[in-house]
C-alpha cells in the first residue's frame, strides 16, 4: 500500500465510450502525474500536476483530458479512444518536483482495454 | 539525466543475496541514483536512493562506486515475491518529474 490509489483496477471499453479513470493520494503530495504503460514498453509520462497546475503535457493526443481539482485527487477523461490506447494506465504522486531528492509513489494502475 | 545499462535479466535462490548490478558511466555530480521494481502488472514500486554514500533501509542497500560510475543494488534474502523488474535510474531531482524508466533488470527468485 503505497498510499495512492486507482479506481477502477481493469476497465474495457468500445471506442465510442466515454469514462473515467480516478487517482487519488494520501500522502499529503503536491503533485500528480499520469503515465502510460503498453505491452512491452517502457513507461511514459504522460500529464504533470503541481500544485493543481498542469506542468506538463507530453504531447498526448487530445482524446485523453486530465483534471485535477486538488492536489489530493486526478482524473483522465478518456473518449474515443483507440484500440492501441489499451495499456496499463498508473497514478504517481510526489512531494514537490524540483525539490532535492523529491520521490514519486506509484499506485497499482488501470488496466484498459479498448474494444 | 544520465544513460543507465542493466543487465535484462538474473536469478537468484531464495533466501541469498540479490545483487543487482548499474552502470552509469555519464553521471554527473548532482545527479542521484535511484531504484524502483515493478511486480507484474503493477505500479513500480520505490527502493532506495543515494548520491555518493551507501544508503539502507527496510528493504534494500545500496553501494555506490567511489567514482559514481556503477551502483549495486542489494536484496539481503531475497524471497518469491522479490521477482520483479528492477529499475536504475540516474535522475537529476532539479527535474524529478522526468522520471524515465529504461528496460531494468528481470529478477527471478527460484526455491
Known amino acids: 500500500e503505497t498510499g495512492v490509489t486507482q479506481t477502477p483496477r481493469h476497465l474495457v471499453m468500445g471506442m465510442t465510450n466515454k469514462k473515467s479513470l480516478k487517482c487519488e493520494q494520501h500522502?499529503?503530495?503536491?503533485?500528480m502525474y499520469w503515465y502510460k504503460q503498453s505491452a512491452k514498453k517502457p513507461l511514459e509520462l504522460m500529464f504533470v500536476?503541481?500544485?493543481?497546475?498542469?506542468?506538463e503535457n507530453n504531447s498526448v493526443p487530445s482524446r485523453f483530458s486530465p483534471e485535477c481539482p486538488n492536489s489530493s485527487h486526478l482524473f483522465l477523461h478518456l473518449h474515443t479512444l483507440q484500440p492501441e490506447d489499451s495499456a496499463l494506465y498508473l497514478c504517481a504522486s510526489s512531494q514537490n518536483p524540483g525539490r532535492t531528492q523529491d520521490t514519486q509513489y506509484f499506485g497499482p494502475g488501470t488496466r484498459l482495454t479498448v474494444l | 539525466d544520465a544513460k543507465t545499462t542493466q543487465p535484462p535479466s538474473m536469478d537468484c535462490a531464495e533466501g541469498r543475496a540479490a545483487n543487482l548490478p548499474c552502470n552509469h558511466s555519464?553521471?554527473?555530480?548532482?545527479?542521484?541514483v535511484y531504484w524502483y521494481r515493478q511486480i507484474h502488472s503493477q505500479g513500480p514500486q520505490y527502493i532506495i536512493h543515494?548520491?555518493?554514500n551507501n544508503e539502507t533501509n527496510e528493504m534494500a542497500s545500496l553501494i555506490i562506486t567511489e567514482d559514481r560510475k556503477s551502483s549495486t543494488l542489494i536484496l539481503p534474502h531475497a524471497t518469491l515475491r522479490d521477482t520483479a523488474v528492477y529499475y536504475c535510474i540516474a535522475l537529476n531531482t532539479g527535474t524529478a518529474s522526468k522520471l524515465t524508466f529504461g528496460t531494468g533488470t528481470r529478477l527471478q527468485v527460484t526455491l
Open positions: 500522502l499529503g503530495h503536491n503533485a
Open positions: 500536476y503541481n500544485f493543481k497546475e498542469q506542468t
Open positions: 555519464t553521471i554527473s555530480g548532482n545527479e542521484y
Open positions: 543515494g548520491l555518493k
